[in-house]
């Protein structure tokens, strides 16, 4: 078994299944001969040739809109945005095509495709180059919207993503490609797209995030088991379709529930999980639902964009807050 | 000066307004009498169709709806050039190229109708259906001409866009796509001089709409879109350039909406009574039908006959749309996923809940 990191885990299972099923291309910016600017398709265009690894035009529009014809056609593109901030142009064609072309012919034509993008601040990089847009796809009918947050999961997951009949939209928190490595077995096992990661157990609140934050999130259930409190860790993984229950599950338990996540607090996905457990979970719970999300703002240049981003310390506070209200 | 590269567009006509033949290089199919008699029958019979979903729409048994009057010879050149496995990626008023390839009639209503099963209509399976985000369909069939070319299968995708739509960026990354990859894709711009109430020249500056594809470094050409003759040879050339591996085409079809935009427009608002009598001039089907009596392969009993037997037809699909019983409320989760999702599962139920209320 090899040690690999996130990154690792996406070239991994895109080789995996390049190698398995021949209908599977990649394409998008600089995939081909440069291997992606993170480095995600290295040594795919060598290995599976240049009509299967294509180099496009400098147009993500161009991208989305090829990616739509090619499944529709039977193929399973994956196709790259170089960042998610460069992905605005593409949404027209995942919105109106991709997301409703089953529904729209009744079936007739589908759209197995993959949207792929580096997700997420924290890494100094240029304006654009540093969003969290998954609540853009979440409230768009007929897509998927997976985080992969760990190098297995980013393995299994994206597995999953090129094996389903329907289009997904994968995101990659950049920040962590290459914060660690771990054992994964190239074993073209695939992971659920329907549910969330308990990661840690606990008892006395619950904290429910996704992308990068789940470095943050762990590390303050960490500092708050040195304080005697014992938090139990959700990665949702998949935002749409939303494993409620899961969620429920533990907030039963706990009767606490902390929701992070850097994308901005205003509509942000957070709100959902937070509205459904009004909805549902209201009377199992002790205190009002926390949110700790990134604020109201354009993610900021990079001088302060870690002020920006959800910290270990506003997780503990939060979790802190809803122990002390009950 | 010295020039870095220079560009000409040629310009293909081979009937004048009055039907009257312009050049002695008639091409072989339109030296098959028989042929151009069923291309001029399935024009009439798609105006026939056009007239009366117009008059559904007027009494309340139609939605919106967008009326291809005038447009006729480019949609049936189409639809005769392409073969079934070749893709076709309408824009979404292409009904006589449709009808072709075997949508019926009643499937066009019935999605103009509101329901989406006019979409899983008789035609090829593969082709594309009606696409209402402008220009967008031309990448779609960009992609379908970029999976043949992987998979090495000798098909055609085909898209047509109209004038409007050559302003949009899918447009342009569309036939760049075309020059890039060499794919086996033909563009049909469908210049019917108006995008709603914004004329041609509004639209762009550019002398030809054809042009653009020079920029996109692939074979261009503007042809009259009311000559079936014409396009056909356009059509024909481009295809099977793109069939044999040569790459892309773009064919700027000059022709003119004689309708309303669609049912929820008022043309008058917007252009002048003179302008559209003078279209009405070169419009496809009087100068094809001349052309067909100057050869003696058409008279005016046929022609009587003819549109008689279509009223017929098109009766009976309007009998069939209007007997369609309305999908159950359960289709409108059934077909967003391969698999409901347990969420989507919730909201069926409810949904079905609230329908038997």
Not at chain 1, 121 to 142: K, R, Y
Not at chain 1, 145 to 152: M, R
Not at chain 1, 205 to 210: I, K, P, Q, S
Not at chain 2, 181 to 199: D, H, K, M, R, T
Request: glycine fraction near 8%.
């Amino acid at each position: 078994m090899a040690q690999i990191n996130l990154i690792e885990g996406i070239t991994m299972a895109l080789a995996h299944e390049m190698a398995r099923d021949p209908s599977v291309v990649v394409l998008g910016e600089d995939v081909g001969i440069n291997g992606g600017v993170f480095r995600a398709t290295v040594g795919l265009q060598q290995k599976f040739g240049p009509e299967r690894v294509i180099d496009t035009p400098l147009d993500e529009a161009m991208i989305a809109g090829l990616t739509v014809g090619l499944a529709v056609q039977g193929m399973k593109p994956v196709a790259e945005a170089q960042f998610e901030g460069f992905m605005y142009p593409m949404i027209d064609q995942i919105a109106s095509h991709a997301a409703r072309m089953r529904t729209r012919t009744r079936g007739r034509l589908t759209c197995p495709a993959v949207f792929r993008a580096p997700w997420g601040g924290g890494i100094h990089a240029p304006e654009h180059h540093s969003e969290a847009i998954e609540a853009l796809f979440t409230n768009i009918a007929g897509l998927r919207v997976v985080l992969a947050s760990s190098p297995g999961r980013a393995y299994g997951l994206l597995l999953a993503a090129i094996r389903d009949p329907d289009p997904v939209i994968f995101f990659e928190p950049k920040r962590i490609y290459r914060q660690y490595k771990e054992e994964v077995a190239d074993d073209g096992e695939a992971l659920p797209l329907d549910v969330c990661f308990v990661l840690r157990d606990g008892s006395d609140v619950t904290l429910v995030t996704w992308g990068a934050q789940v470095k943050e999130t762990l590390e303050a259930a960490d500092a708050l088991a040195a304080e005697g409190i014992s938090a139990e860790v959700i990665d949702v993984a998949t935002l749409k379709p939303l494993d409620f229950d899961t969620i429920h599950e533990s907030v039963k338990k706990t009767h606490r529930c902390v929701i992070v996540h850097e994308a901005p607090y205003t509509g942000g996905f957070g709100g959902e999980i937070a509205a459904r457990l009004v909805e549902h979970a209201l009377y199992d719970l002790y205190a009002p639902v926390e949110r700790v999300a990134g604020y109201d703002v354009p993610m900021p240049l990079y001088q302060l964009e870690m002020s920006y981003l959800p910290t270990t310390a506003r997780i503990v506070a939060a979790a802190k807050r809803a122990l002390a209200a009950s | 000066m010295s020039i870095a590269a220079s560009f000409e567009i040629e310009y293909l006509q081979y009937l004048d307004e009055s039907g009257k033949l312009l050049r002695e290089d008639v091409p072989a199919f339109a030296r098959d009498v028989r042929a151009l008699v069923e291309a001029y029958k399935l024009m009439c019979f798609t105006r026939t169709f056009d007239g009366k979903a117009i008059a559904l729409q007027r009494t309340g048994k139609l939605g919106t709806y967008a009326s291809c009057l005038g447009m006729e010879a480019t949609h049936i050149a189409i639809g005769s050039a392409l073969t079934e496995d070749d893709v076709f990626a309408p824009f979404y008023r292409d009904y006589g190229t449709q009808f072709q390839r075997g949508v019926k009639p009643r499937e066009v209503l019935l999605y103009w109708g509101g329901d989406e099963r006019g979409n899983d209509f008789s035609g090829p399976a593969h082709d594309f259906a009606w696409s209402v985000p402008i220009a967008t369909q031309c990448l779609h069939a960009a992609g379908s001409a970029l999976a043949f070319k992987i998979r090495k299968e000798p098909r055609v995708a085909l898209a047509t866009v109209g004038d409007g739509g050559t302003s949009k960026g899918d447009f342009y990354a569309a036939i760049n796509a075309g020059g890039a990859f060499a794919l086996p894709l033909v563009v049909v711009v469908v210049n019917n001089q108006y995008a709603i109430s914004i004329p041609r020249a509004q639209q762009t500056a550019a002398k030809t709409l054809a042009q653009k594809g020079i920029a996109a470094g692939i074979e261009s050409i503007q042809v009259d879109g009311n000559d079936l003759i014409a396009m056909r040879v356009a059509l024909d050339h481009a295809i099977k350039r793109a069939r044999h591996g040569h790459g892309a085409t773009l064919i700027e079809a000059v022709t003119y909406r004689l309708s309303d935009h669609t049912t929820a427009d008022d043309a008058r608002r917007y252009r002048s009574e003179d302008e559209v009598k003078a279209a009405w001039e070169r419009e496809p089907i009087k100068r094809l039908r001349a052309y067909l009596m100057s050869l003696n392969a058409w008279t005016e009993d046929e022609e009587k006959e003819w549109l008689a037997e279509c009223v017929k037809r098109v009766d009976a699909e309007i009998d069939a749309y209007l007997a369609t019983k309305p999908q159950a409320v359960s289709a409108m989760f059934d077909y967003t996923y391969a698999e409901l999702p347990l969420d989507l599962e919730r909201q069926r139920a409810d949904a079905l809940a609230a329908a038997k209320a």
